[in-house]
């Protein structure tokens, strides 16, 4: 069975710093892996997928997560925090080749201070 | 495009009624899901659907019903609310088959409250 952990449920970063948002993650197998955001009253949106082709991804909006296998992360970077990634942001995975079954993590809500 | 609409936004039921929570894409998807959303909990799948007339229980599936007579729609039928079903409800699709890691194109959400 697959599981999701993301580590702070809410993280807090002036305009400007490093965004981190962190993903671990169980698998039996080579996972496939999602990082979606949620902004408020909306529904989720696909930032990026790992897929085996390359570890380092690269999202829309400056965002990128690195597949770390022997760590079993797959955690979500930005180099400079804008006040419009202020969102609710969720670490997914997906086992089987389908992808008919996503397990999501329980979310990390970011907050952006000026 | 409209995409993923979901109806209605908001809904208050007292527990024991009944009623459907509908989903409808305009994107020739094959695949449709729902998911509800709880506090702290993340995104649990209900059924999912790999194309008309196909459904499939997801993580959460009691106290849900589903079918797909159609590509477009796939609606979420509560037989017997119960508060423990308040929760706010997402729909999802997908392209199905070779591009199984598609991303999932979302509704709105649907607010529900079980009193």
């Not at chain 1, 169980?26 to 989720?44: C, M």
């Not at chain 1, 380092?56 to 979500?76: C, D, P, R, Y």
């Not at chain 2, 999912?48 to 997801?58: E, F, H, K, P, R």
């Not at chain 2, 599936?61 to 079918?67: D, K, Q």
Request: charged residues 15%; proline residues 5%; contains cysteine.
């Amino acid at each position: 069975a697959q599981s999701v952990t993301q580590l702070g449920s809410h993280v807090s970063v002036s305009e400007g710093a490093l965004v981190l948002l962190r993903c671990n993650y169980s698998s039996s197998v080579p996972p496939y892996l999602f990082w979606y955001v949620q902004y408020p009253n909306q529904g989720l949106q696909l930032l990026l997928k790992y897929t085996s082709a390359a570890t380092l991804v690269k999202g829309i909006n400056g965002f990128e997560a690195e597949f770390k296998k022997s760590e079993t992360s797959f955690h979500l970077t930005k180099p400079s925090a804008h006040m419009s990634d202020a969102a609710e942001y969720f670490c997914a995975v997906s086992e089987d080749n389908a992808g008919n079954m996503l397990t999501f993590g329980g979310g990390t809500r970011l907050m952006v201070k000026p | 495009n409209a995409g993923v609409t979901q109806t209605p936004k908001f809904q208050v039921l007292k527990t024991g009624q009944s009623m459907t929570l509908q989903c409808a894409q305009d994107m020739n998807h094959e695949y449709m899901s729902w998911y509800r959303q709880d506090p702290g909990m993340g995104l649990r799948l209900i059924h999912y659907s790999v194309g008309a007339g196909i459904t499939d229980q997801g993580e959460v599936p009691n106290g849900y019903n589903v079918s797909r007579s159609t590509t477009e729609d796939f609606p979420l039928r509560l037989l017997s609310a119960a508060p423990s079903q308040t929760s706010v409800y997402f729909c999802a699709s997908r392209v199905q088959g070779a591009t199984y890691n598609s991303p999932l194109h979302f509704g709105n959400g649907t607010r529900l409250t079980v009193t």
